[in-house]
T-cell receptor, first 116, second 109 residues
Framework: GAGVSQSPSNKVTEKGKDVELRCDPI?????LYWYRQSLGQGLEFLIY????????KSGLPSDRFSAERTGGSVSTLTIQRTQQEDSAVYLC??????????????FGPGTRLTVT | DAKTTQPNSMESNEEEPVHLPCNHS???????IHWYRQLPSQGPEYVIH???SNVNNRMASLAIAEDRKSSTLILHRATLRDAAVYYC??????????FGAGTRLTVKP
């Protein structure tokens, strides 16, 4: 079956511009997560959705970052007024259920964002 | 916050077993131990998870110490496709996975 998909795969933008990154989770998965990975680093948790609501936004690094999820499916991560330190690979994952501690997450291929 | 400690890198020969260690001395009683791996230029891939008992699946085995302060991921026969960064992660709060630096596994032919 189809896995988690993300678009675009690569995005180059100028400092100060806004960008939108899209995630299509696996059909039927109620939980969705955003992470980012800077070059050579581990993953940094950004935000978690259960259905359309986001009970945990603790990882968003600043108020320039926001995310929404509509229809319990597609999610969009928006970065406003991008800065060079926002350059990273942004990864999306989904899981069948949320709220538990034994849940397997399925990751998409990521969007590589480069801010020039 | 519970944290994990893993060696930065390990090497293995092809078709030999690999034991990847992870220390998590501050683990709480309800933390699950998850292992993911990340191949070059790909998103992380789930490998295995457990709570107290040892676990086996088609990819690997997970051996958990009796006091749960450490665990070991076991790849029974390493292949070149197993070369990746392996992350040991504790899941403790609403699926908020905190990834560390992981162990970079190199498999030599």
């Amino acid at each position: 079956g189809a896995g988690v998909s993300q678009s675009p795969s690569n995005k180059v933008t100028e400092k100060g511009k806004d960008v939108e990154l899209r995630c299509d989770p696996i059909s039927g998965h109620t939980a969705l997560y955003w992470y980012r990975q800077s070059l050579g680093q581990g993953l940094e948790f950004l935000i978690y959705f259960q259905g359309n609501s986001a009970p945990d936004k603790s990882g968003l690094p600043s108020d320039r970052f926001s995310a929404e999820r509509t229809g319990g499916s597609v999610s969009t991560l928006t970065i406003q007024r991008t800065q060079q330190e926002d350059s990273a690979v942004y990864l999306c994952a989904s899981s069948l259920h949320g709220g538990g501690r034994g849940v397997e997450q399925y990751f998409g291929p990521g969007t590589r964002l480069t801010v020039t | 916050d519970a944290k994990t400690t893993q060696p930065n890198s390990m090497e293995s020969n092809e078709e030999e077993p690999v034991h990847l260690p992870c220390n998590h001395s501050t683990i709480s009683g309800t933390d699950y131990i998850h292992w993911y791996r990340q191949l070059p230029s790909q998103g992380p891939e789930y490998v295995i998870h457990g709570l107290t008992s040892n676990v086996n699946n088609r990819m690997a085995s997970l051996a958990i110490a009796e006091d749960r302060k450490s665990s070991t991921l076991i790849l029974h026969r390493a292949t070149l496709r197993d070369a990746a960064v392996y992350y040991c992660i504790l899941m403790y709060n609403n699926n908020d996975m905190r990834f560390g630096a992981g162990t970079r596994l190199t498999v030599k032919p």
